[in-house]
Nanobody, 120 residues
Framework: QVQLVESGGGLVQPGGSLRLSCAASGSISSINAMGWYRQAPGKERELVAAIASGGSTNYADSVKGRFTISRDNAKNTVYLQMNSLKPEDTAVYYC??????????????WGKGTLVIVSS
């Protein structure tokens, strides 16, 4: 089984910064794409940023220029550096990864989420 554990969420002032981390563990052969999603109260879950195994990235328009996604393949970890945070960034942030195991080429896993609150 594979587990994803997020960390780094919390309360931050508008204009501030946070860095989220997500570490994957278990019987992992490799990880293809990894990403961050978020879900605000009363809203649908949306893609924030994604990064492929080769390093190419995609960002939601709402965070482009403010957030940076990166990964450390040796640690099976993905990061989300969030700068210039706005109140509308408030949400539960979820880590996602497509994981290759001995049984499956690619299986999507989710973390349990970490809460980010941007408020003065």
């Amino acid at each position: 089984q594979v587990q994803l554990v997020e960390s780094g969420g919390g309360l931050v002032q508008p204009g501030g910064s946070l860095r989220l981390s997500c570490a994957a563990s278990g019987s992992i052969s490799s990880i293809n794409a990894m990403g961050w999603y978020r879900q605000a109260p009363g809203k649908e879950r949306e893609l924030v940023a994604a990064i492929a195994s080769g390093g190419s990235t995609n960002y939601a328009d709402s965070v482009k220029g403010r957030f940076t996604i990166s990964r450390d393949n040796a640690k099976n970890t993905v990061y989300l550096q969030m700068n210039s945070l706005k109140p509308e960034d408030t949400a539960v942030y979820y880590c996602n990864a497509e994981v290759v195991t001995t049984q499956y080429y690619g299986m999507t896993y989710w973390g349990k989420g970490t809460l980010v609150i941007v408020s003065s």
